[in-house]
T-cell receptor
Framework: EPEVTQTPSHQVTQMGQEVILRCVPI?????FYWYRQILGQKVEFLVS????????KSEIFDDQFSVERPDGSNFTLKIRSTKLEDSAMYFC????????????FGPGTRLTVL | RKEVEQDPGPFNVPEGATVAFNCTYS??????FFWYRQDCRKEPKLLMS???SGNEDGRFTAQLNRASQYISLLIRDSKLSDSATYLC????????????FGKGTRLHILP
């Protein structure tokens, strides 16, 4: 069964450093998403991406965040200058072309900012 | 009113019991509704979509009441493996797809 994959599974970084989180969505999917979940809190939408551009972003997704689809398979989330409060699980998700809007999530990357 | 609101939980119920989860949403333009389950430190996994006519999948029944802006999930004959956090997800399509997760309701099934 096709699945969304994410790397790394755990990233530890120093405050102020840049991190890039990587995702490989399901191959024939067209809509891609990033979410974050701070420990013990709810899943929060960050950004959606379609046709090589951002289609929607939340208030959380400020100038320190960016997304890119550098090739036909990878979908990346970059945080330019990490803050302590960026520590969270980051989930990538994708939707196929069925029109049902059912999202398939990757296993997540746990980001720890020290 | 919160965009998506769920029972705060946790629910602690004996194995075999029936459990009901409730979710309300504030945006009347919302079009798509889902229940996900999330195990501890894992990704959310789709449990079922919620349709206006209601839908059932084995022990699970989901219902939507658009007039009351209310979604429910019923689990019958609960199993130990049902222990997880249940997330209500609402997508509004009046402009762009805006995906809102509820905070989730944790369920503990007791042996």
């Amino acid at each position: 069964e096709p699945e969304v994959t994410q790397t790394p599974s755990h990233q530890v970084t120093q405050m102020g450093q840049e991190v890039i989180l990587r995702c490989v969505p399901i191959s024939n999917h067209l809509y891609f998403y990033w979410y974050r979940q701070i420990l013990g809190q709810k899943v929060e939408f960050l950004v959606s991406f379609y046709n090589n551009e951002i289609s929607e972003k939340s208030e959380i997704f400020d100038d320190q965040f960016s997304v890119e689809r550098p090739d036909g398979s990878n979908f990346t989330l970059k945080i330019r200058s990490t803050k302590l409060e960026d520590s969270a699980m980051y989930f990538c998700a994708s939707i196929g072309t069925s029109g049902t809007k059912e999202q398939f999530f990757g296993p997540g990357t746990r980001l720890t900012v020290l | 009113r919160k965009e998506v609101e769920q029972d705060p939980g946790p629910f602690n119920v004996p194995e075999g019991a029936t459990v009901a989860f409730n979710c309300t949403y504030s945006n009347s333009a919302s079009q798509s509704f889902f229940w996900y389950r999330q195990d501890c430190r894992k990704e959310p996994k789709l449990l079922m979509s919620v349709y206006s006519s209601g839908n059932e999948d084995g022990r699970f029944t989901a219902q939507l009441n658009r007039a009351s802006q209310y979604i429910s999930l019923l689990i019958r004959d609960s199993k130990l493996s049902d222990s997880a956090t249940y997330l209500c997800v609402v997508i509004a399509t009046n402009r762009d797809d805006k995906i809102i997760f509820g905070k989730g309701t944790r369920l503990h099934i007791l042996p």
